[in-house]
T-cell receptor, first 114, second 116 residues
Framework: EAGVAQSPRYKIIEKRQSVAFWCNPI?????LYWYQQILGQGPKLLIQ????????DSQLPKDRFSAERLKGVDSTLKIQPAKLEDSAVYLCASSLGGVSEKLFFGSGTQLSVL | DQQVKQNSPSLSVQEGRISILNCDYT??????FLWYKKYPAEGPTFLIS?????DKNEDGRFTVFLNKSAKHLSLHIVPSQPGDSAVYFC???????????????FGSGTQLTVLP
């Protein structure tokens, strides 16, 4: 079974530039999550999709972050404009949905904002 | 406000000995707890979980203990192996998602190093 795919693996940008991350979840997984992991901290939920609808985006900084899930499968997370404090690993995860608690994570995108 | 806390950033253990990783939580609505393991440059992978109706769950060398009254859980690894060296995250979820898939709240992680 293929895992959660993310790209790119690494990205270096300057502040005020824009950046986009892509995620392809495990086939058949209805729920998709984007997490932000700052160095030395645990992953923090940014947004949760159920199929192509948003379940929770309460912790997404909507003035600069946006996310969409195309046709209930792939998802993109965008930051525009980036700030220094956005430097982090951005993790995509998926699950079967419903009451399944087990999340499967991708390898993440390491973002450095200079 | 950290609802899930892992107060030990790091732990070193000799190969063959027991590793004990601890986690505390503050949200009494949490009813499901998980441990994830993370190697460098990889995403977290699920290790073991426990429901709040249990106080112990065992899977091979890994055992998770839950003390609801103390809002504390621990992960025991016996015997520890060098390949267990990784960051371990404690995570918790509640039943407030109204039918949608649950969200996980993570602790800050503990770096376990198993020395040969």
């Amino acid at each position: 079974e293929a895992g959660v795919a993310q790209s790119p693996r690494y990205k270096i940008i300057e502040k005020r530039q824009s950046v986009a991350f892509w995620c392809n979840p495990i086939s058949g997984h209805a729920t998709l999550y984007w997490y932000q992991q700052i160095l030395g901290q645990g992953p923090k939920l940014l947004i949760q999709f159920q199929n192509n609808g948003v379940v929770d985006d309460s912790q997404l900084p909507k003035d600069r972050f946006s996310a969409e899930r195309l046709k209930g499968v792939d998802s993109t997370l965008k930051i525009q404009p980036a700030k220094l404090e956005d430097s982090a690993v951005y993790l995509c995860a998926s699950s079967l949905g419903g009451v399944s608690e087990k999340l499967f994570f991708g390898s993440g995108t390491q973002l450095s904002v200079l | 406000d950290q609802q899930v806390k892992q107060n030990s950033p790091s732990l070193s253990v000799q190969e063959g000995r027991i590793s004990i990783l601890n986690c505390d939580y503050t949200n009494s609505m949490f009813d499901y707890f998980l441990w994830y393991k993370k190697y460098p440059a990889e995403g977290p992978t699920f290790l073991i979980s426990i429901s709040s109706i249990k106080d112990k769950n065992e899977d091979g060398r890994f055992t998770v203990f839950l003390n609801k009254s103390a809002k504390h859980l621990s992960l025991h690894i016996v015997p520890s192996q060098p390949g267990d060296s990784a960051v371990y995250f404690c995570a918790a979820s509640d039943d407030l998602s109204e039918g949608s898939a649950r969200q996980l709240t993570f602790g800050s992680g503990t770096q376990l190093t198993v020395l040969p």
